[in-house]
Every structure is written in structure tokens, then in C-alpha cells.
């Protein structure tokens, strides 16, 4: 793939850490300057989700036909779902001249940093288990069972996140706003040489 357009921002995190939300008000905060790759996904919408915007719904053998061609930049399955960022859904974004934003899992993070993609990424960690039970609790979309699933790969994607040289930078989501101010503040020491970014958040320091 070839390295056009600003440098990407790849957020990780595990589930209820909060980097969804960091990344709304990220992308409303810089509509001009941000710009989401929207990811493919085999499993169905949730109620609200729109295809296209929150993602591009697929069925499983499509997506497997696109693997096999090269299509995706990375893949993961979770929950016996498969997810991934395709590459035209970056060059999409990149062709606008907006910094391209990947919210996707440490299996997506570890094929994307063998790739020539070269983001820049953030690891966006929940204050503890038990306030990260609480919050997916709170959500009361699942049933125990895949909670227990998702807090159990929450506890080895934050093992992976604090490992010195996986992430340029680990935010603690312990209160939202300073999470946020963080996170501006990383992109604007860290994007410098790009002039989109340079009237974003390094203007606004």
C-alpha cells in the first residue's frame, strides 16, 4: 500500500474502555481534519447503526472472498464475528487530505504495524476491570456469558497495551475529559509536520 496523505491514528482499547467516545468527540471537535475509516463487519446491525457509516455489513463469505484478494489491511474475529479495515476504506479517507482514524482491535494492531501504514498508536485504557465490568453491565446489551468472553479479552488486550513499544502513548480513561485533553494534545505534538493537523488541535494548544 502506498504512504500518501497524513500520518493515520489507530485507537485501541478494549470494550467500555471509552475510546468510542473519545474518538465521537475527536470527529465532531475536527470535522475537517479527522476522518473515520469505517470498518467491515459479518456480524448484524445493532439498533441505530446505519451501513456505511457505523460500518460496512457484510456476510462471512464475502468478507472471506476480500481477505483472500488482499483486500484488508487487517482482520480479526471476535465473538465468532469477523471485523476489518479495509485498504480503500483508509485511502478513502486519505484521499481527502484528513488524517485517516482506525478504531480496531490488538489482533488488527498487530497486522497493521507489519504493514507500510505507519500510525500513529494509542491505547486507550479503562481505569480498572471492575469499572470496565461495570460500564459493559451498564450497556445491558449482552447476555453473562458474553461478558464474561469480552472481560476476559479485555484483561489480555491490556496486558498487550502496557507493554513498553506496543503503543506510542496509553491513555487512562479514568475521567473523560482529561482522557480528551490528552489525546489532543499527543496528536498535536505528533503531527506537526502535516498541515491539516497543524490548524487542528496544535492551533488550538
Known amino acids: 500500500m502506498v504512504q500518501k496523505g497524513p500520518r493515520p491514528l489507530v485507537l485501541c482499547g478494549p470494550s467500555g474502555s471509552g475510546k468510542s467516545t473519545l474518538l465521537k468527540r475527536l470527529l465532531k471537535e ?27 455489513f457484510t456476510t462471512k463469505d464475502e468478507m472471506l472472498a ?20 479495509s485498504k480503500r476504506a483508509v485511502e478513502d479517507v486519505r484521499r481527502t487530505g484528513k488524517i ?21 498508536l494509542v491505547f486507550v485504557m479503562p481505569p480498572s476491570i471492575n469499572e470496565l465490568e461495570r460500564r459493559l453491565r451498564g450497556r445491558n446489551t449482552e447476555s453473562d456469558e458474553a461478558l464474561k468472553l469480552r472481560l476476559e479479552t479485555a484483561r489480555k488486550e491490556i496486558e498487550y497495551g502496557q507493554e513498553p513499544g506496543n503503543f506510542h ?9 482529561k482522557a480528551y485533553s490528552e489525546l489532543r494534545e499527543f496528536i498535536a505534538q505528533n503531527v506537526k509536520d502535516n498541515d491539516q493537523a497543524r490548524d487542528g488541535p496544535a492551533a488550538t494548544q
Open 100 to 120: 485517516c482514524v482506525l478504531d480496531i482491535e490488538i489482533e488488527g494492531v498487530k497486522q497493521v504495524k507489519r504493514s507500510d501504514l505507519d500510525p500513529l
Open 169 to 177: 502513548i496509553i491513555i487512562m480513561n479514568d475521567n473523560l475529559n
Open 66 to 85: 476480500a481477505i483472500e484478494k488482499g483486500e484488508f489491511l487487517e482482520t480479526a474475529t471476535f465473538s465468532g464475528n469477523t471485523y476489518g479495515t
Open 30 to 56: 475536527f470535522p475537517d481534519k479527522f476522518g473515520f475509516s469505517v470498518s467491515h463487519t459479518t456480524r448484524g446491525p445493532r439498533p441505530g447503526e446505519k451501513n456505511g457509516v457505523h460500518y460496512h
